[in-house]
């Protein structure tokens, strides 16, 4: 099941904060967020697994509350680099190796 | 550049047809992954191979099948194209069986008409 990102959109001026979260009906494994700019492909960002092992980029981070099957993802002090839509991806319990995404987070960050 | 090569970059095709989208992995990468996204469904998964074994199926149609053969490249087949078809198609690749973090190539916009 297809899990649910909020906000759907969010505009920011550089150097503010936002938070991204990705919820699940489901009990999971792993959370996973990638980065989309217009008219190019997924950038990794961050993996979270059931556990508390996390693999991801150093300017990013995010939380995975394992018991509310939620993850959070945060953008501190954005820059207009940040601009794109978010994805998460998440991988229900069992492991399944099948990841699904939610329909993503559109940010925009303004100068 | 991500290191994973998807060709070609644009297919336009009528419908009923069939089509084969061809993807190579980073450079010692074993998994390869097939996603399609389309406006109004966003990333969906649709299949996963792993040195050559097919390890998760994800929302792929019937019409649809894929292989990752012993060069690891993968093809993914649509046949039987409809336009409702009409996406963008995203390989991507990672060195370990499990999901790690994957490198997607810059897709296949595919249009049929």
């Known amino acids: 099941q ?3 990102q909020s906000p759907q959109a969010v505009i920011l001026r550089e150097g503010e904060d ?6 699940s009906s489901k009990a999971l494994y792993s959370v996973h967020w990638y980065r989309q700019k217009h008219g190019e492909a997924p950038i990794f960002l961050m993996i979270l697994l059931k556990g508390g092992e996390q693999k991801g980029h150093d300017k990013i981070s995010a939380s995975f509350n394992e018991k509310k099957q939620q993850s959070s993802l945060y953008l501190t002090a954005s820059q207009l680099s940040y601009s794109g839509t978010y994805f998460c ?17 559109k940010l925009t960050v303004n100068p | 550049d991500s290191g994973v ?17 061809r993807c190579s992995p ?8 097939w996603y399609q996204q ?12 792993y040195n050559g074994e097919e390890r998760a199926k994800g929302n792929i149609l019937e019409r649809f ?6 060069d690891l490249h993968s093809e993914l087949n ?21 999901w790690d973090e994957a490198f997607f190539g810059q897709g296949t916009r595919l249009t049929v008409v």
């Open chain 2, 26 to 33: 980073r450079s010692g990468d074993l998994s390869v992954y």
């Open chain 2, 78 to 98: 649509l046949s039987s194209l409809e336009l409702g078809d009409s996406a963008l198609y995203f390989c991507a690749s990672s060195v370990v069986r499990g």
């Open chain 1, 2 to 4: 297809q899990p649910v």
């Open chain 1, 89 to 105: 991806g998440t991988e229900a319990q069992g492991g399944s190796e099948k990841l699904v995404f939610g329909k993503g987070t």
């Open chain 2, 5 to 21: 090569t998807q060709t070609p970059k644009h297919l336009i095709t009528a419908t009923g047809q069939r089509v084969t989208l």
């Open chain 2, 65 to 70: 099948s894929a292989q990752q053969f012993p």
């Open chain 1, 18 to 23: 936002a938070v991204i979260n990705c919820s």
């Open chain 2, 38 to 49: 389309s406006l109004d469904q966003g990333l969906q998964f649709l299949i996963q191979y």
